[in-house]
């Protein structure tokens, strides 16, 4: 069976301290406090294995937060393998301090890896790939990351005949596309932003210029929007619904990895892509009603996916 290979370069140890009020430059007591292993590529990897798909999750993992993160994560998602290169610095932390009026959040930046972390991570992927597979890579790039850092994961990942799905950003965005991943998947200001497009379809045809193979941007209340040379399809929820929007571009890349494993190999990629939109909307959607980022309710996201509405 198609495995989904989830990388994570800058992997986060979540914690969340709860509090009636919080107050700055004063002591506050905290009435709970959670921990979860964190990180794009880590929700993308729980939401592919409860829907029954082999997954196995990659990153950099260091310290005692390292070790706190993969014992998290086998307790929450023991179907997914753990693949971690390990490195001497500790992993990050987010802290989120959430009291009766809203949440504040501390995100720790991702400590410096180095050119051999690079490798040794990307041989350890390439080493488990088979072709068909899909290889998802999610999130900002530690500290120390270069380009082609970058672009040589996702040259190693599709020269082992994986399908490469990129989440990310900025520069990285514009280094993923020209490094040919099959799909990037940013949201509407992350597309105008980094390719200083006047509109969202402009800055689609411009990261397909740059070399990917499509895009699928996230818009928000609008939806999904796919563009590729074949085309473009639009698809969105028939309302609006409130909620936390933390994890549903990661449920995205969810629903995206699994239409892509489940395609038939006579099945174009634009069609394959095509097909799992309604579940990407459905499963962000779904994503937006949970509170916790990498959990869905399955019942729910199905019963999203008959109001999703397509136009080509």
């Known amino acids: 069976m198609t495995t989904v290979h989830c990388l994570t370069p800058n992997p986060a140890l979540d914690i969340t301290y709860r509090l009636d009020s919080m107050q700055l430059h004063a002591v506050n007591r905290v009435h709970s406090v959670e921990q979860r292993p964190g990180g794009k590529g880590v929700n993308v990897a729980r939401v592919v ?46 802290i989120a301090v959430v009291d009766a009026a809203d949440t504040t959040m501390l995100n720790e930046p991702g400590r410096p890896v180095t050119d051999a972390d690079w490798e040794a991570l990307t041989r350890t992927l390439v080493d488990a790939c088979r072709p068909g597979d ?16 970058l672009t040589g994961v996702i040259a190693a990942a599709r020269a082992a005949g994986a399908v490469v799905i990129a989440d ?45 193979g499509a895009v699928v941007a996230s818009m928000g209340a609008d939806g999904m929007l796919l563009g590729a040379a074949d085309g473009f399809v639009t698809a969105r929820l028939n309302r609006v619904l409130q909620g936390n929007p933390t994890g549903a571009g990661d449920a995205v890349v969810a629903a995206l990895a699994h239409g ?34 990498g959990e869905i309710d399955q019942r729910q996201a199905a019963r999203l996916a008959l109001d999703v509405l397509i136009q080509e």
């Not at 174009?268 to 937006?288: E, M, P, Q, T």
């Open 168 to 212: 990310t950003s900025g520069e990285a965005l514009l280094t993923a596309a020209a490094a040919g991943a099959d799909v990037v998947k940013p949201n509407r200001d992350e597309i105008v932003e980094a390719t200083g497009a006047a509109d969202v379809r402009d800055g689609i045809r411009r990261l397909l210029d740059h070399g990917c």
């Open 134 to 149: 899909v290889v998802t890579i999610s999130g900002s790039l530690p500290a120390g990351t270069v380009a082609d850092h």
């Open 49 to 94: 294995a409860a829907h029954g798909l082999p997954v196995a999750g990659y990153g950099f993992l260091g310290g005692r937060a390292g070790e706190t993160l993969a014992e998290l994560l086998a307790e929450y998602a023991p179907g997914v393998v753990q693949r971690w290169t390990p490195v001497p610095a500790e992993t990050r932390r987010t």
């Open 260 to 293: 892509l494993a489940l395609s038939s190999p006579s099945q174009s990629r634009f069609a394959a892509l095509g097909a799992a939109l309604a579940d990407a909307v459905a499963w962000s959607a779904a994503a937006v009603l949970s509170p916790v980022a």
